[in-house]
C-alpha cells in the first residue's frame, strides 16, 4: 500500500510543503511516483517519517536526524529506544518543573511566601557539560576549548530555545 503526498501529511500532521522540503534535503525521499511524478510514500517512508519526527520532537536539527538516520548499520527499534530514553527523561523533567509550578500556585494562594531557593531550586540541577554536544553542533566548540577572538559571533538557530536576547533599539536621539 502507498500514500499520497496529502494522505501523508494529514497523517502526520504536518505540511505538505514539509515534506516537499524533506524530499528536497535528501531526508525523506519516497521510493515511488507515479508516471505524472507524484510522490508515493511506502511503509517503509512512513517508518522513516516518524523517526524523523520523534527525533524533531527532541528538538534535533534536521542535518543532524539525517546523520543518524543514515548510518550505517542504524536499527529502526535502537532508534525508538533511545527515543523512548530521550523523551522519559524530557517527561521527567517536565515533571519536576509541572511540580514547582504547582507549588507556587499553592504558595500564593495561601500566601505563603517562597524562599528564593525554594523558587529557584527545580532550576537548580543545571549541568552544562549537558549541553556540551549541542554547543559544539552549533557552534562548533565546546567550553572547555573556546572560539578564537577574532571569529564572529555565532548565529543563534531560529528554533533554538536559548538564543541570546537581542539588545533593544536605543529610544534617545
Known sequence: MSFTVG???RLAGVTVRTLHHYDEIGLLSPR???PA?????????ITRLQQILLYRE???????????????????LDHLRRQ???LTAKAERISQVIAAVERAINARTTGISLTAEE???V????????YDAEVERRWGHTPSTPRARSASPPTPSRTGCCSPRRPRPSTTS
Do not use: M
Open 119 to 121: 523558587r529557584l531550586e
Open 7 to 9: 494522505q501523508v501529511a
Open 32 to 34: 515511488e511516483r507515479t
Open 84 to 86: 523512548h530514553r530521550l
Open 123 to 130: 532550576f537548580g540541577s543545571l549541568r552544562p557539560e549537558d
Open 37 to 45: 511524478g507524484y510522490r508515493r510514500y511506502s511503509d517503509d517512508d
Open 58 to 76: 527532541l528538538g534535533f536539527p534536521l542535518e543532524e536526524i539525517a546523520a543518524i538516520l543514515d548510518r550505517p548499520g542504524a536499527d529502526h
